[in-house]
């Protein structure tokens, strides 16, 4: 095919010419930062503030009404020195967190682990499971209580009636207070089941089939295929059960509400923070607690962030190098 002549090709490209260079994109920064900004915003006033306005007030003596009077490290000099209730909601919240955290492991791993038997009905089995957790605390925690009143609760007359003639008086005894929490923390753990059924129906049933050729019986697939696979999910369930068992609150408060809880046996860290903010409107100390609870919060998740890698297994190695 031959070109009419008089009509151009273009300019001609010269051998082992590269190709002609694009003009770069300008990044609109400027509509990037108007679509971010209602975060931003938000974060810078909601988060960022507050905390550097709570570390300031940390070393003031403040009551909402008159100005913040700095008193330097006075705050937290009665937090360690001249404070009991102090170390009796520290003693608490270490004690329920030492207790609970493992058994809402074990209890959502055998939950779990049931919850993958039933080969009809699993919807339905996982549902009632799951509903508990969807109970708003201050009516699960009020329930409680009268479900184990020792006079006409509902607990303490079955155990009655199987032969335990004094069967304990639960949230108004001491020594059976924290355990009551502990059993209204159980019955409510299926937001904790569902990530743990989800890790175990995550594990290739290959596996199962290998180790069973192999020899091993239910425990030893359980102990050496379920468990190191399910490490990931424990280490998770771990870290948030740290962070939210210290700033447990609710169903303490309610209880020991319902009850007059006159031992302060289940008056913990984060009640002492409340009752210094907004029962004494002591701000100021209520701070230095607040900070002094974030220290020992942090000071907890990276002890077991720094162990994750002699016990968590990640399929592909682990994920904090």
Known sequence: MTVPSGIALGPSRKRGAGAPKQAKLKTPWLFIFFCMSPWLFGFLGFTVYPMGASFYQSFTKFNLIESPEWIGLDNYKRMFFEDPDFWQALQNTVWISAVSIPLRIGFAIFSAWLLTKPRHGRSIYRTIYFIPSMVPT????????????????????????????????????????KWGLIILGLWGIGDTMIIFLAGLLDIPRSLYEAASLE?????????YVTLPLMTPVIFFSAVTGVIGSFQYFTQAYVAAGQVNDYSHSMYFYASHVYYAA????????????????LAITLFCTLIILRTQK????????????
């Not at 006409?152 to 020594?175: C, H, R, S, V």
């Not at 016990?311 to 682990?318: D, L, R």
């Open 215 to 223: 020899g091993a019986n239910g425990w030893q697939q359980f102990r």
């Open 138 to 177: 201050v009516a699960g925690a009020m329930v409680f209580t009268i479900i184990f009143n020792p006079a006409f609760g509902t607990i303490n007359m079955l155990l009655e009636k199987i032969g335990i003639q004094e069967p304990p008086y639960w949230f108004q005894d001491p020594a059976w207070s």
């Open 278 to 293: 907004f029962r004494a409107y002591e701000m100021g100390y209520a701070s230095a607690l607040a900070w002094v609870l």
């Open 310 to 321: 002699r016990w968590v297994h990640y399929p592909n190695g682990s994920l904090f190098k």
